[in-house]
């Protein structure tokens, strides 16, 4: 079946650097991606929706210019933290999309835990 | 826009008694429900869907879902609770149904099973 992976599955870094975070559809390509985030015990809030060969489209309150988005190739997005502070610490999983007509299916990614120290 | 929420943060069960969990949606048009399951530090596993037809949807590990559209409900279902189902449970509702459309989740409900 479709298989989405992301990497790092963790990652520590200090204030002030960027991490970056890769979100691949293995056997499928993707033309829109969506970062989530995930504060402990919160639901998923949406980031962003990244585009294939387009600029990204950030959520209400998400900064552009801290949490780039790179959406590459038809297989690969990316999510840089810029500048990365300990209150961007937080659980970020991407989804890559699959359309099969009626079947179109959401896939997730396993998670990226981001702990800035 | 489109919202969904579950107004049970947790929801205990005692193994082998039914479980419910809530989900109600706020949705304009045809509203196309999911549900999924969260294991610590995991993504996100797809249990079933609502697109159109039955009212009551089947999904994986035993779980089913009945769509009410008068209640603008989907909650959750399985007949025989296991220890193993204890995970975080999101309801989620997309506004169309083509993969450029953003899905919004619910805020979550965590389920536990006592032996």
């Known amino acids: 079946g479709a298989v989405v992976s992301q990497h790092p599955s963790w990652v520590i870094c200090k204030s002030g650097t960027s991490v970056k975070i890769e979100c691949r559809s293995l056997d499928f390509q993707a033309t829109t991606m969506f970062w989530y985030r995930q504060f402990p015990k919160q639901s998923l809030m949406l980031m962003a929706t990244s585009n294939e060969g387009s600029k990204a489209t950030y959520e209400q309150g998400v900064e552009k210019d801290k949490f780039l988005i790179n959406h590459a190739s038809l297989t690969l997005s990316t999510l840089t933290v810029t500048s990365a502070h300990p209150e961007d610490s937080s659980f970020y999983i991407c989804?890559?999309?699959?359309?099969?007509?009626?079947?179109?299916?959401?896939?997730f990614g396993q998670g990226t835990r981001l702990t800035v120290v | 826009a489109q919202s969904v929420a579950q107004p049970e943060d947790q929801v205990n069960v005692a193994e082998g008694n039914p479980l419910t969990v809530k989900c109600t949606y706020s949705?304009?048009?045809?509203?196309?429900l999911f549900w999924y399951v969260q294991y610590p530090n995991r993504g996100l596993q797809f249990l079933l869907k609502y697109i159109t037809g039955d009212n009551l949807v089947k999904g994986s590990y035993g779980f089913e879902a009945e769509f009410n559209k008068s209640q603008t409900s989907f909650h959750l279902k399985k007949p025989s609770a296991l220890v193993s189902d204890s995970a975080l449970y999101f309801c989620a509702v997309r506004e169309r149904y083509s993969s450029a459309s953003k899905i919004i989740f619910g805020s979550g409900t965590r389920l536990s099973i006592r032996p």
């Open positions: 989804s890559a999309p699959r359309d099969r007509g009626m079947n179109t299916e959401a896939f």
């Open positions: 949705v304009s048009g045809n509203p196309y």
